[in-house]
């Protein structure tokens, strides 16, 4: 997202007049003349990576033993999914509750104000970049396999039925296996001129072994899918449930007890220290109040887990659990030298550089 930026107010250093930026909580229908911005609430984005294999019994299952001897083919179809991984990320999102307005007055000077698309305050007196969520993976589709058909000879194909096709293609099976055998050795009739020929031959009859046993042992076809959840926490917790996921469906609704729950824990991490009563404090504070707000966030320790695994973990500065503070309106009003950058995903202070101090 690209970043807006707004002047408010206008630039009257030549005339000599009086300097005041007022900004004041947002009321809905009677703020006017003002820049309204939002501080955030931080959002998190959960992308969830799930592993798809599907089976599906060969054509020939039931002959599988007789023929190949193999006696462990299942000869019912099922599907099995899990999580492969869970990735977090942290966004803003403007919070209606702390929404003000920096009032366009007149004979004052007032700072540049650049906002997000949403609305939420991104910087002062200087271009801020807005956070962007990392892409989210693509989701992939199960390889195609070869059809089985294209490897029988006419006698296979020709065959009256499927117990007689079933034999045909088990002795096909096994002269692509004596026919590798003797390449290997060196035995073969028509052996290859070199490595790079002979790695060609093989290959080709692995290929077709592949292909014909897929008709009695069955297939796995293993794809992914991709979703994501995006969810505004307002409260701590230990335990939540964020999503439930079945073995045999994947993703299912949160009051759908065929799935298992997958939760989330968010715990502060009581970086702030407690706010303390100091009367010349907020006396202090009380004549900054036409200032600029921002948040100073808590860091919150967040956990994806199920009953047997911990999927990710992570700490993030979040708006909602912290505090508001004001930057006085004396740091934009002399010469608006004061710049400032916030965090669009907390709403802290990423950077503040006193331009008229350096000088």
Same mark, same amino acid.
């Given at each position: ?57 060969? %054509? ?15 000869? %019912? ?147 992914? %899918? ?112 004061? %710049? ?20």
């Amino acid at each position: 997202m690209k970043a807006r930026t707004l002047l408010c107010g206008w630039a009257l250093y030549a005339l000599g007049l009086p300097a005041q930026t007022e900004v004041n909580p947002y009321i809905p229908g009677a703020t006017v003349e003002g820049v309204t911005y939002y501080l955030p609430r931080t959002a998190l984005r959960f992308t969830v990576v799930a592993e798809k294999q599907v089976y599906t019994p060969g %054509e020939f299952h039931k002959y599988a033993d007789k023929y190949l001897r193999l006696s462990d083919v299942n000869p %019912e179809p099922n599907t099995r999914w899990r999580i492969k991984s869970i990735e977090v990320a942290p966004y803003g999102v403007p919070d209606a509750q702390k929404a003000y307005s920096i009032i366009l007055k007149k004979r004052t000077i007032a700072p540049l104000v650049g906002l997000t698309r949403d609305g939420i305050l991104l910087s002062i007196n200087t271009t801020g970049k807005e956070e962007t969520l990392p892409p989210v993976p693509e989701a992939t589709d199960a390889p195609k396999r070869p059809n089985p058909r294209n490897y029988m000879n006419q006698e296979i194909l020709s065959a009256g039925s499927n117990a007689k096709i079933a034999e045909l293609t088990a002795e096909e099976i096994y002269d692509i296996r004596e026919s590798r055998e003797a390449l290997i050795k060196g035995e073969a009739d028509n052996m290859p001129k070199d490595g790079a020929q002979l790695k060609i031959m093989l290959d080709q009859l692995s290929l077709q072994e592949q292909a014909l046993s897929q008709l009695f042992k069955g297939t796995t076809d293993t794809s992914t %899918e991709v979703f994501t959840i995006d969810f505004t926490p307002d409260e701590l917790t230990d335990k939540m449930v964020l999503f439930r996921f079945s073995q045999k469906l994947g993703a299912v609704d949160n009051d759908d007890l065929s799935g298992a729950p997958v939760y989330l824990s968010l715990k502060s991490m009581n970086t702030l220290p407690q706010p303390q009563e100091d009367e010349k404090a907020d006396k202090k504070k009380r004549k900054m109040e036409e200032g600029v707000y921002y948040n100073v966030p808590e860091r919150i320790a967040v956990n994806v887990f199920d009953a047997s695994k911990e999927y990710c973990k992570g700490e993030f500065p979040m708006g909602q659990f912290g505090n508001v503070e004001i930057l006085s309106d004396v740091l934009f009003d002399k010469k608006a030298t004061t %710049e400032v950058t916030f965090y669009s995903s907390n709403g802290g202070i990423k950077q503040l550089t006193d331009n008229a101090a350096a000088e």
